[in-house]
């Protein structure tokens, strides 16, 4: 399950709906409006192997790892935000529920920066062409 935090603007979540990537949005779809940031990650636990999607690097930390969720933070503009989660899931390091979950994971516009779980350091993938 694809989540996308509130913070994400509409025309972003349509635009995956049109590329159809099935994708629900906190305070819109599922969850609450206004969640706090402290209830994301409990919240997260109840879902069934969800990847959640935010601007907002506190969720950036190597401490929320865990093996039933994938964090992924993003570091571009807000009108780029539905690009970069297509980009992402059609990764072939991504492209399963499976292959995310343990991770927190950063990207920007020339690579991903993965923290996982149980393993020190961080993994840096570039973009796939």
């Known amino acids: 399950m694809n989540i996308l935090d509130e913070n994400v603007l509409e025309d972003q979540r349509q635009l995956l709906r049109q590329w159809r990537v099935p994708v629900r949005q906190i305070g819109q779809d599922i969850g609450r409006k206004g969640m706090q940031d402290e209830n994301i990650i409990p919240f997260l636990l109840t879902l069934r192997r969800p990847t959640f999607f935010t601007s907002d690097f506190d969720f950036y930390d190597r401490r929320l ?7 992924v933070c993003i570091e571009s503009r807000q009108s780029r935000t539905a690009t970069f989660v297509r980009r992402f899931l059609r990764h072939s390091a991504f492209d399963t529920a499976a292959k995310r979950m343990g991770k927190v994971i950063r990207l920007s516009s020339v690579q991903l920066v993965v923290q996982e779980l149980h393993r020190g350091g961080q993994i840096v993938f570039d973009w796939e062409d």
């Open 65 to 71: 790892c865990h093996a039933q969720y994938c964090l």
